[in-house]
């Protein structure tokens, strides 16, 4: 069950592509204020290198008070620890300028780069949302996105920081004595080389898991949700589903120990590098301060310990920054391919609605994107403005298919699709204004009840008046009344409490969105009857003409009684459409529909 | 008596500092923890500890060191400082391999404990009667638990650093005592001012994310929408974009200006304590200076005194992190204290232990006796129904939307209880049964069944697990619910993963394709008995039909519940059960229900009419 990990390891992106990037991003989604605060905390960088300055005088003082104890040498101590104090205070200063402004920009880099993934995802083609490798990486990369976006800036914040840090120490380290420095440089490396791995490591294992990861949560999720638990409960099977989840678990946690063992034992043997060549440094400068020629302090010893510590610590954060920023020019790439989809174009939307809203399909063939198959072969058929028209046909027959390309959002690989004349690819964004749409599996919003009306018509304002109107010619406004809070009442979980619709009810809503479109001149009904009750149903059924008016009408529906109502019906089979007419005439042809017609009417007739 | 007073009032003055108000809570989470594995946390904490003690040592090494220098650079002997500084070396490897450890600490704890407390919540969840699940509150709280029992893991991670980072300021703290009583003074100082500066802050932290729980909710709703694929259709199509965007950019920007907020107030705390420590570091310097003049100590004390200082900084700064960050856990055990402490009323249902059970009357399969159910006793969703069905009958349950039938359908399953009246099985009332004995006689598909994101294998397997690798019976079932042609039309068969979440060639199946899914599962070893809820809601009229026919010629002899809108089909049965706000209304055979003229009759007309050629619409 679990994927055979044959994942693709993505290259590695650029440092200082995804620096430049981060860069971007900074001045894109910060003002000058949150960045005049960033350079001023960056600046406080410096600061470490004149203390280790500052100490290694204040120690040499120090050591001379212990032969003279004059005041000269008192009032040098003095000095010297004012200095420092001052540097100390200026450190306090900057830092927390340094931690509100990288929490600012943070925020600012995070919302700036969801708005914009918002944007783009609700517009991109749909073709796209189907396929795995595009819905996967979108999870992934909203999921992902507060963490590592975190990580970037302040990994970038960091590389900056510790660069500045580790030159400005290393120079105080060359000055004093350039073997020093190049040794305490020297034995940082093999730390770098591991951090730069791990990280690399990180990244594919946050990759690898993240199927695994959400199997072996998806597993778990069962036990804790009421439609499954029921399930297991009547079908026993808890522990075969507990021994699954365990089974995925210890992979996954396999898998881990594996990586923390060699981070372990590379991390141990770094340690070892560093500290040993710190140690010769030491040694070294002792010798210095052993021979009574180079007039050397004790103060030196403590700067190069002091230069030895921040240095190294420099070196490492300098890599780990670097490590940080590389793993996260990965996810940054992710990000900017998501941008990078094509979006729909809307066009006409904003045009005058076209009197006559015919619709034609001329040769139309289509398959989905990830099958060679043809789901719709050789559809000709023209739907003139004001008909009714009913779509039936079986499972996979192709009818939503039909549907889908209507509203534009597949398009089709041979023919062409019209409305109102023209290309309905250059007049999308026309074509869905001027149509309004009930979906088979339509949108149950946690959101108010009046709300879930308005989202019928986004084109304007709706009045208050105009929501309740259109619950009252759906239907929905009786059980509406009934609820505490009528108009205002939260449907779902997202507020206090909770309030659940039944199928028939939300159906009812679902039409009444569609309703608000009073300008609408096309409506698509897909299985609008499915959740209601017959006489609910039989209701619609016989206000079908009023509540359609002179719009065209296409229903798609599995309720062949209803068809009737039609002015032509469309027999889909096999990707194609085998019958077409109005009742009585496909009656009498005695074809796939009689058939149909007569499976279901049997159980109402003698 | 004096004991108590003095732990209680103990109790009320750290309540007061704010410092610890969830005793219970942490008590149990060790107990917990402890239950689970003790032997790994007592090593871990014990390698924390001395791994905390290291820098006592290294700083003790330092000051020898340099007292060593100014003590010898006249006479020029270095041999005896090198091992001094590959002493000193050593002890920061150790130290600093000592730093791994948290991170590590973290990877196998967590895994361990997580695992552990998942493992007992699953079985915990076994035990809970399924009526109470229809209390969203109660749903969303066990569902919320299942998601954080993971949490212990954080919180004995937590206090192993802590206690580690507890024996590391000991340990400092007693070089301070060694060292100048100033220093101890100092460290005193700012340990208690750090507390309770500290404290507050956790208070508000927490008040915050009660807060904001809810509204996270909510934008993640939103952004979900977006870059989820269930409303990717009517986003567009219905140019819903703007709109939910808009609602998630409100949110975000009132939560960062939260957020923003609760982050100044805790780096407020933390610049409080470094402006205090700046100060404090000037002042142990200059006394440092004074002792050094007076001769009271060497250079290497100056040394020492300084940077055992700054030491103890970092080390209480750490202790009081680990605190704060096992504390913000405690809230979460304190939830899964309470839930798992639950005890349940199980009166009326079938247990969950393996007895050997003989039925009372084996051929009245159901029998209810003025049963009133509802899930809030005082608005019953059932009122006072009466039936049997025998051994072999065939009973369709009609009726509207919300009129019960689904409820009723789990009261005889034994998922629900009786409020009033009685309920039996073969004779016997649900707690005498087994769960084990009562299941193993159903074959059962819901209306809302689960699909599950495994291999089609496992979905019908699910009726009867025990026959997961018997293909025969397997296909067998599938051929009965109309999905053996969609099997073998897939290259893997029934080892095809359904679903593409998880798997990149998983099969996506149609709602239809799902359904006979779902009924395949029901018909797995030809269970004595039925219940089919809304069994062809999704199909086509054809398949829909023969799924009905299907069923039909499926029972033999067995006895079977069907529960469908679509009246057609309730001819079919023996016997006929309608409800209608939650009573029954009418009870007999097709032509007995058309002859009465009421209730099922009207209904059935409602439907039937637009098959019957006279249509009472507009147009015709």
Same mark, same amino acid.
């Given at each position: 069950?679990?994927?055979?990990?044959?994942?693709?390891?993505?290259?590695?992106?650029?440092?200082?592509?995804?620096?430049?990037?981060?860069?971007?991003?900074?001045?894109?989604?910060?003002?000058?204020?949150?960045?005049?605060?960033?350079?001023?905390?960056?600046?406080?960088?410096?600061?470490?290198?004149?203390?280790?300055?500052?100490?290694?005088?204040?120690?040499?003082?120090?050591?001379?008070?212990?032969?003279?104890?004059?005041?000269?040498?008192?009032?040098?101590?003095?000095?010297?620890?004012?200095?420092?104090?001052?540097?100390?205070?200026?450190?306090?200063?900057?830092?927390?300028?340094?931690?509100?402004?990288?929490?600012?920009?943070?925020?600012?880099?995070?919302?700036?780069?969801?708005?914009?993934?918002?944007?783009?995802?609700?517009?991109?083609?749909?073709?796209?949302?189907?396929?795995?490798?595009?819905?996967?990486?979108?999870?992934?990369?909203?999921?992902?996105?507060?963490?590592?976006?975190?990580?970037?800036?302040?990994?970038?914040?960091?590389?900056?920081?510790?660069?500045?840090?580790?030159?400005?120490?290393?120079?105080?380290?060359?000055?004093?004595?350039?073997?020093?420095?190049?040794?305490?440089?020297?034995?940082?490396?093999?730390?770098?080389?591991?951090?730069?791995?791990?990280?690399?490591?990180?990244?594919?294992?946050?990759?690898?898991?993240?199927?695994?990861?959400?199997?072996?949560?998806?597993?778990?999720?069962?036990?804790?949700?009421?439609?499954?638990?029921?399930?297991?409960?009547?079908?026993?099977?808890?522990?075969?589903?507990?021994?699954?989840?365990?089974?995925?678990?210890?992979?996954?946690?396999?898998?881990?120990?594996?990586?923390?063992?060699?981070?372990?034992?590379?991390?141990?043997?770094?340690?070892?590098?560093?500290?040993?060549?710190?140690?010769?440094?030491?040694?070294?400068?002792?010798?210095?301060?052993?021979?009574?020629?180079?007039?050397?302090?004790?103060?030196?010893?403590?700067?190069?310990?002091?230069?030895?510590?921040?240095?190294?610590?420099?070196?490492?954060?300098?890599?780990?920054?670097?490590?940080?920023?590389?793993?996260?020019?990965?996810?940054?790439?992710?990000?900017?391919?998501?941008?990078?989809?094509?979006?729909?174009?809307?066009?006409?939307?904003?045009?005058?609605?076209?009197?006559?809203?015919?619709?034609?399909?001329?040769?139309?063939?289509?398959?989905?994107?990830?099958?060679?198959?043809?789901?719709?072969?050789?559809?000709?058929?023209?739907?003139?403005?004001?008909?009714?028209?009913?779509?039936?046909?079986?499972?996979?027959?192709?009818?939503?298919?039909?549907?889908?390309?209507?509203?534009?959002?597949?398009?089709?690989?041979?023919?062409?699709?019209?409305?109102?004349?023209?290309?309905?690819?250059?007049?999308?964004?026309?074509?869905?204004?001027?149509?309004?749409?009930?979906?088979?599996?339509?949108?149950?919003? =946690?959101?108010?009840?009046? $709300?879930? @009306?308005?989202?019928?018509?986004? /084109? #304007? *304002?709706?009045? !208050?008046?105009?929501?309740?109107?259109?619950?009252?010619?759906?239907?929905?406004?009786?059980?509406?009344?009934?609820?505490?809070?009528?108009?205002?009442?939260?449907?779902?979980?997202?507020?206090?409490?909770?309030?659940?619709?039944?199928?028939?009810?939300?159906?009812?809503?679902?039409?009444?969105?569609?309703?608000?479109?009073?300008?609408?001149?096309?409506?698509?009904?897909?299985? =609008?009857?499915?959740?209601? $009750?017959? @006489?609910?149903?039989?209701?619609? /059924? #016989? *206000?079908?003409? !009023?509540?359609?008016?002179?719009?065209?009408?296409?229903?798609?529906?599995?309720?062949?009684?209803?068809?009737?109502?039609?002015?032509?019906?469309?027999?889909?089979?096999?990707?194609?459409?085998?019958?077409?007419?109005?009742?009585?005439?496909?009656?009498?042809?005695?074809?796939?529909?009689?058939?149909?017609?007569?499976?279901?009417?049997?159980?109402?007739?003698? | 008596?004096?004991?108590?007073?003095?732990?209680?009032?103990?109790?009320?003055?750290?309540?007061?500092?704010?410092?610890?108000?969830?005793?219970?809570?942490?008590?149990?989470?060790?107990?917990?923890?402890?239950?689970?594995?003790?032997?790994?946390?007592?090593?871990?904490?014990?390698?924390?500890?001395?791994?905390?003690?290291?820098?006592?040592?290294?700083?003790?090494?330092?000051?020898?060191?340099?007292?060593?220098?100014?003590?010898?650079?006249?006479?020029?002997?270095?041999?005896?400082?090198?091992?001094?500084?590959?002493?000193?070396?050593?002890?920061?490897?150790?130290?600093?391999?000592?730093?791994?450890?948290?991170?590590?600490?973290?990877?196998?704890?967590?895994?361990?404990?997580?695992?552990?407390?998942?493992?007992?919540?699953?079985?915990?969840?076994?035990?809970?009667?399924?009526?109470?699940?229809?209390?969203?509150?109660?749903?969303?709280?066990?569902?919320?638990?299942?998601?954080?029992?993971?949490?212990?893991?954080?919180?004995?991670?937590?206090?192993?650093?802590?206690?580690?980072?507890?024996?590391?300021?000991?340990?400092?703290?007693?070089?301070?005592?060694?060292?100048?009583?100033?220093?101890?003074?100092?460290?005193?100082?700012?340990?208690?001012?750090?507390?309770?500066?500290?404290?507050?802050?956790?208070?508000?932290?927490?008040?915050?994310?009660?807060?904001?729980?809810?509204?996270?909710?909510?934008?993640?709703?939103?952004?979900?929408?977006?870059?989820?694929?269930?409303?990717?259709?009517?986003?567009?199509?219905?140019?819903?974009?703007?709109?939910?965007?808009?609602?998630?950019?409100?949110?975000?920007?009132?939560?960062?200006?939260?957020?923003?907020?609760?982050?100044?107030?805790?780096?407020?705390?933390?610049?409080?304590?470094?402006?205090?420590?700046?100060?404090?570091?000037?002042?142990?310097?200059?006394?440092?200076?004074?002792?050094?003049?007076?001769?009271?100590?060497?250079?290497?004390?100056?040394?020492?005194?300084?940077?055992?200082?700054?030491?103890?900084?970092?080390?209480?700064?750490?202790?009081?992190?680990?605190?704060?960050?096992?504390?913000?856990?405690?809230?979460?055990?304190?939830?899964?204290?309470?839930?798992?402490?639950?005890?349940?009323?199980?009166?009326?249902?079938?247990?969950?232990?393996?007895?050997?059970?003989?039925?009372?009357?084996?051929?009245?399969?159901?029998?209810?006796?003025?049963?009133?159910?509802?899930?809030?006793?005082?608005?019953?969703?059932?009122?006072?129904?009466?039936?049997?069905?025998?051994?072999?009958?065939?009973?369709?349950?009609?009726?509207?939307?919300?009129?019960?039938?689904?409820?009723?359908?789990?009261?005889?399953?034994?998922?629900?209880?009786?409020?009033?009246?009685?309920?039996?099985?073969?004779?016997?009332?649900?707690?005498?049964?087994?769960?084990?004995?009562?299941?193993?006689?159903?074959?059962?598909?819901?209306?809302?069944?689960?699909?599950?994101?495994?291999?089609?294998?496992?979905?019908?397997?699910?009726?009867?697990?025990?026959?997961?690798?018997?293909?025969?019976?397997?296909?067998?079932?599938?051929?009965?619910?109309?999905?053996?042609?969609?099997?073998?039309?897939?290259?893997?068969?029934?080892?095809?993963?359904?679903?593409?979440?998880?798997?990149?060639?998983?099969?996506?199946?149609?709602?239809?394709?799902?359904?006979?899914?779902?009924?395949?599962?029901?018909?797995?070893?030809?269970?004595?008995?039925?219940?089919?809820?809304?069994?062809?809601?999704?199909?086509?009229?054809?398949?829909?039909?023969?799924?009905?026919?299907?069923?039909?010629?499926?029972?033999?002899?067995?006895?079977?519940?069907?529960?469908?809108?679509?009246?057609?089909?309730?001819?079919?049965?023996?016997?006929?059960?309608?409800?209608?706000?939650?009573?029954?209304?009418?009870?007999?055979?097709?032509?007995?229900?058309?002859?009465?003229?009421?209730?099922?009759?009207?209904?059935?007309?409602?439907?039937?009419?637009?098959?019957?050629?006279?249509?009472?619409?507009?147009?015709?």
């Amino acid at each position: 069950m679990a994927s055979n990990g044959k994942l693709k390891r993505s290259k590695g992106v650029g440092i200082v592509e995804t620096l430049f990037t981060t860069g971007k991003l900074l001045f894109e989604a910060c003002g000058p204020k949150e960045i005049g605060l960033l350079t001023v905390g960056l600046l406080g960088y410096l600061i470490p290198a004149g203390m280790i300055f500052l100490q290694k005088e204040f120690f040499n003082h120090a050591e001379q008070l212990v032969i003279d104890p004059s005041s000269t040498v008192i009032r040098d101590i003095a000095v010297t620890l004012a200095l420092w104090s001052g540097l100390m205070l200026a450190q306090w200063v900057v830092g927390i300028i340094e931690g509100h402004a990288s929490r600012l920009v943070n925020i600012r880099i995070n919302n700036y780069m969801m708005n914009r993934l918002l944007g783009k995802i609700g517009s991109i083609r749909y073709e796209y949302m189907d396929t795995p490798e595009v819905f996967n990486k979108l999870e992934w990369v909203s999921r992902e996105l507060p963490s590592r976006i975190a990580q970037v800036v302040y990994s970038s914040l960091g590389f900056v920081g510790s660069l500045l840090a580790g030159s400005s120490v290393g120079a105080l380290g060359f000055s004093e004595d350039w073997r020093i420095a190049l040794i305490i440089i020297a034995g940082g490396i093999p730390a770098c080389l591991f951090v730069h791995l791990q990280n690399d490591e990180e990244y594919y294992r946050a990759q690898w898991e993240s199927p695994e990861l959400r199997q072996q949560w998806h597993v778990f999720r069962l036990f804790t949700r009421r439609d499954s638990i029921r399930e297991m409960r009547v079908g026993q099977y808890s522990d075969y589903l507990m021994e699954k989840w365990a089974d995925l678990s210890l992979q996954l946690r396999n898998h881990r120990y594996k990586y923390i063992r060699k981070y372990y034992l590379f991390n141990v043997l770094s340690n070892i590098f560093n500290y040993t060549s710190i140690g010769v440094a030491l040694w070294i400068v002792c010798l210095r301060i052993f021979d009574p020629v180079s007039g050397t302090g004790i103060g030196s010893f403590m700067l190069v310990y002091g230069v030895a510590m921040s240095l190294q610590g420099d070196i490492i954060s300098l890599f780990s920054d670097i490590s940080g920023v590389a793993a996260t020019g990965k996810y940054l790439k992710d990000y900017y391919d998501l941008l990078r989809y094509d979006s729909e174009e809307l066009a006409g939307e904003d045009d005058p609605l076209p009197e006559n809203g015919d619709i034609t399909f001329e040769n139309v063939w289509f398959h989905y994107p990830n099958t060679d198959r043809y789901v719709l072969q050789d559809i000709n058929v023209t739907i003139k403005q004001g008909e009714k028209v009913a779509i039936v046909g079986e499972n996979g027959s192709g009818k939503s298919t039909f549907v889908a390309l209507l509203c534009g959002l597949y398009q089709p690989q041979r023919g062409r699709i019209t409305f109102a004349g023209k290309e309905l690819s250059e007049v999308l964004g026309l074509m869905r204004r001027a149509t309004s749409f009930v979906f088979q599996d339509f949108g149950r919003y =946690q959101l108010t009840v009046a $709300d879930n @009306i308005r989202i019928g018509n986004t /084109y #304007r *304002e709706l009045t !208050e008046g105009e929501i309740i109107t259109a619950a009252k010619r759906a239907d929905a406004d009786g059980f509406i009344q009934e609820m505490e809070q009528k108009y205002n009442t939260f449907l779902g979980s997202l507020e206090q409490g909770r309030t659940d619709l039944s199928g028939g009810q939300w159906q009812k809503l679902a039409f009444a969105r569609c309703i608000t479109r009073q300008e609408a001149k096309v409506m698509i009904l897909d299985e =609008q009857t499915a959740a209601l $009750d017959p @006489i609910s149903e039989a209701r619609f /059924y #016989r *206000e079908f003409r !009023e509540l359609t008016g002179d719009r065209t009408a296409i229903m798609i529906s599995h309720r062949l009684g209803a068809t009737k109502l039609a002015d032509r019906i469309l027999v889909f089979h096999e990707g194609r459409i085998v019958e077409e007419g109005t009742h009585e005439k496909l009656m009498s042809k005695n074809g796939l529909y009689a058939q149909m017609y007569e499976a279901q009417a049997q159980w109402y007739t003698a | 008596m004096g004991q108590v007073i003095t732990k209680s009032r103990a109790l009320k003055l750290l309540k007061k500092l704010k410092i610890f108000d969830q005793w219970d809570a942490a008590k149990w989470a060790y107990r917990q923890g402890w239950e689970i594995d003790k032997r790994n946390f007592i090593f871990w904490t014990v390698l924390n500890i001395l791994g905390a003690l290291i820098p006592v040592y290294s700083l003790r090494v330092i000051k020898e060191i340099i007292d060593y220098i100014t003590a010898n650079i006249a006479a020029g002997s270095l041999s005896d400082i090198a091992w001094r500084i590959g002493a000193l070396c050593g002890l920061w490897v150790l130290q600093s391999s000592y730093h791994i450890i948290p991170e590590i600490i973290k990877y196998t704890m967590q895994t361990r404990y997580s695992i552990a407390m998942q493992r007992r919540y699953a079985t915990f969840v076994g035990t809970i009667p399924l009526c109470k699940f229809d209390n969203s509150e109660f749903a969303a709280k066990i569902s919320h638990v299942g998601s954080t029992c993971n949490r212990l893991a954080y919180v004995m991670g937590g206090t192993a650093s802590f206690i580690g980072a507890f024996a590391g300021t000991v340990g400092l703290f007693w070089l301070a005592f060694t060292t100048s009583w100033l220093l101890l003074l100092i460290a005193a100082v700012f340990f208690a001012v750090a507390l309770v500066l500290t404290g507050k802050n956790y208070r508000q932290h927490y008040d915050f994310w009660a807060v904001a729980k809810l509204e996270i909710r909510k934008q993640d709703y939103y952004a979900g929408l977006i870059t989820g694929r269930e409303s990717g259709k009517e986003i567009r199509a219905m140019k819903l974009n703007d709109f939910f965007r808009n609602r998630w950019r409100t949110l975000t920007e009132k939560l960062s200006e939260m957020q923003l907020d609760l982050d100044m107030k805790s780096a407020k705390v933390n610049h409080i304590l470094g402006l205090i420590h700046l100060g404090f570091s000037i002042l142990i310097l200059g006394f440092g200076v004074w002792l050094l003049r007076r001769g009271d100590i060497m250079l290497g004390g100056l040394v020492l005194i300084w940077q055992l200082h700054d030491r103890l900084y970092s080390s209480m700064h750490s202790l009081v992190r680990h605190y704060m960050y096992t504390l913000s856990y405690l809230p979460f055990m304190a939830e899964q204290k309470e839930v798992f402490e639950m005890v349940f009323d199980e009166t009326g249902l079938p247990s969950r232990e393996h007895k050997e059970i003989i039925p009372q009357d084996p051929e009245t399969i159901f029998r209810l006796e003025n049963v009133t159910f509802g899930y809030n006793p005082d608005q019953p969703v059932l009122k006072n129904i009466s039936f049997t069905v025998k051994r072999g009958e065939t009973v369709a349950l009609v009726g509207d939307n919300g009129a019960g039938k689904t409820t009723l359908i789990k009261l005889l399953l034994g998922l629900y209880a009786p409020n009033k009246g009685k309920a039996f099985f073969e004779g016997m009332p649900y707690d005498e049964l087994t769960q084990e004995y009562l299941y193993s006689k159903m074959g059962v598909v819901f209306q809302d069944f689960k699909q599950y994101h495994f291999t089609i294998r496992e979905n019908i397997a699910f009726g009867d697990i025990k026959q997961l690798h018997n293909d025969e019976a397997l296909m067998e079932a599938a051929r009965k619910g109309q999905a053996d042609k969609l099997i073998l039309a897939q290259e893997k068969g029934l080892d095809t993963f359904l679903g593409r979440e998880y798997e990149e060639d998983g099969l996506a199946l149609s709602g239809g394709e799902w359904q006979r899914i779902g009924v395949s599962r029901a018909h797995v070893s030809d269970k004595e008995i039925l219940i089919l809820d809304e069994p062809a809601a999704k199909l086509d009229p054809v398949a829909e039909m023969e799924q009905f026919m299907a069923i039909k010629h499926s029972l033999h002899g067995r006895t079977a519940v069907l529960v469908s809108h679509r009246l057609g089909f309730a001819r079919l049965a023996d016997k006929i059960v309608v409800l209608k706000d939650g009573e029954m209304v009418e009870l007999g055979t097709h032509e007995e229900l058309m002859k009465a003229n009421r209730h099922y009759a009207e209904m059935f007309r409602a439907q039937a009419e637009w098959y019957e050629g006279r249509v009472t619409g507009n147009g015709f």
